[in-house]
């Protein structure tokens, strides 16, 4: 599925900040456009105060990718453009050579569903440095919100322990794309269902719902609304129990329900959208038991996030759905992930590869020189440690990792454990050599992938610090670069 062009019907290659076209017309005018160079996407802390990220959206980036060339009509608009001056922006040479520029770059990137960490390359984008500055502000926007939203929603999965969670964010998400790029994520990351019906139509999600509160309200009584969906949607009955009073209409709900099951129908369970919700399911599971519908579902709604959903399970709710929105949709409490995208390597006249830092006097902001990989031990079935790597260089036997924000931090890796490079091929020479796997697939990677962590990592408070390190090496050549650069400042 042309995931981009089914949404959009046209061509995505203006998807970009201004300044990365500023940058590669300097670039082109400088001569130095085909300048072959190495850039890394990731992010620098997980988010949500959490130990575990869930890489997300690559599908999205691959078709954007994979369609990626500006059009007569992207040409036409850049040619408006006017500098301080009143001048052309730009000169129509470099507009002639961006409408003929093809994509030709590699990338390597690790499987949508992974767990990933900070520092760790999500993205590795190697090729001619206008191309890879051009795709900068487009990946970063795909990566960035649908990783946040997977990892919002597997985090949420983690506090039902397993019970089922249904999406219904559409309304309150960030218009039309975020709603769309939302549900795809939250499914991936734990959702087992969407109300969002053109997501189920475009990704294969699966879509639930039944009615709200003004299909009650549109009725004399509450026991005619539920009596009147009953009988023209019986195989599809929740009914919202709150809308007067919710005990009562557990009670009603329960009459309904007989009557369905007279007909050969079974009454799927009951909805609570307000209120207390811990009391309230469990004096409706007890309604529920007494009038013969121990299987009926109890669902909660009402802005629930996993902080909120492990207090109700303290309390001993009774809920065995949970309906997810606005805090999931929104990412609440952390709007955006801030993963950046930042060029580790180029080539110089000799054509040999001059490695780069990005310096800043905050440690976390400074970045990491070479080609890098990401490689993962396990033992005994679960992962012990990821070790971020320059493919350039030779490793040694049992290596070493020196955690990035503090190099006495350090743990040895044998050579007798398992081990798996996280980054695969995705393009090469700007052709697709990697084929996406189904939603399905992603969804339950992310579930063998957390149930292969250690515990501690999936706490939500004081998580459990997983060992990611830099190869010794790498750590060595970056301190180095360091050093000679602050000496030259």
């Not at 946040?148 to 597997?154: D, F, Q, V, W």
């Not at 019970?163 to 990351?189: C, K, P």
Request: hydrophobic share 40%.
């Amino acid at each position: 599925m042309k995931l981009t062009q089914d949404l959009y019907k046209s061509s995505l290659a203006l998807l970009t900040d201004l300044y990365q076209l500023t940058m590669a017309y300097g670039y082109w005018k400088a001569g130095k456009g085909e300048q072959e160079s190495v850039f890394h996407l990731f992010f620098r802390k997980a988010p949500f105060q959490g130990g575990f990220t869930v890489a997300c959206g690559l599908e999205m980036a691959v078709d954007l990718l994979e369609n990626f060339r500006l059009d007569e009509s992207d040409i036409q608009y850049l040619s408006t453009l006017k500098g301080n001056d009143g001048k052309p922006l730009f000169e129509h040479k470099f507009l002639d050579y961006l409408s003929q520029m093809e994509f030709t770059c590699d990338i390597d990137a690790i499987p949508e569903g992974t767990v990933v960490f900070p520092h760790e390359p999500l993205i590795r984008v190697k090729g001619p440095i206008i191309q890879a500055q051009i795709l900068e502000t487009a990946l970063l926007n795909i990566i960035n919100f649908q990783t946040l939203i997977a990892t919002k929603a597997a985090r949420m999965h983690i506090a039902t322990h397993g019970e089922q969670v249904l999406e219904f964010g559409l309304r309150r998400a960030q218009g039309i794309d975020g709603s769309l790029a939302a549900s795809r994520a939250a499914y991936i990351g734990g959702c087992d269902a969407t109300s969002n019906v053109l997501a189920g139509k475009l990704f294969g999600i699966p879509v639930k719902g039944t009615h709200a509160h003004s299909w009650v309200m549109s009725f004399d009584t509450e026991m005619e609304a539920f009596e009147t969906y009953a009988e023209h949607l019986p195989n599809n009955c929740v009914f919202l129990v709150d809308t007067f009073d919710t005990i009562e209409g557990v009670k009603k709900a329960v009459k309904v329900g007989k009557k369905l099951r007279e007909r050969g129908f079974e009454m799927n369970g009951v909805r609570l959208d307000s209120g207390d919700l811990a009391y309230l399911s469990i004096k409706a599971r007890e309604i529920l038991d007494e009038g013969g519908f121990p299987d009926a579902a109890i669902v909660a709604s009402n802005d629930l996030d996993e902080n909120i959903i492990t207090s109700l399970k303290a309390q001993g709710a009774k809920i065995s759905v949970w309906g997810v929105g606005t805090k999931l949709v929104t990412a609440f409490d952390q709007p955006a992930l801030g993963g950046v995208y930042k060029i580790a390597a180029i080539k110089d006249e000799n054509k040999q590869w001059d490695y780069k830092v990005k310096l800043s006097e905050q440690a976390i902001k400074v970045s990491n020189p070479g080609i890098l990989q990401v490689r993962r031990f396990q033992e005994k079935g679960e992962f012990t440690g990821d070790m971020i790597y320059n493919l350039d260089k030779n490793l040694p036997k049992n290596p070493v990792i020196l955690d990035p924000m503090d190099a006495t931090r350090r743990k040895k890796m044998t050579s007798s454990q398992q081990f798996e490079d996280l980054l695969v091929p995705i393009f090469r020479d700007g052709k697709k050599v990697y084929d996406c796997p189904p939603i399905q697939e992603i969804k339950e990677r992310v579930k063998s992938q957390l149930n292969c962590f250690h515990s501690g990592i999936k706490r939500f408070v004081n998580p459990h610090g997983y060992p990611v390190g830099l190869e010794k090496g790498l750590s060595d050549d970056k301190y180095n670069l360091i050093m000679r650069l602050r000496k030259d400042v």
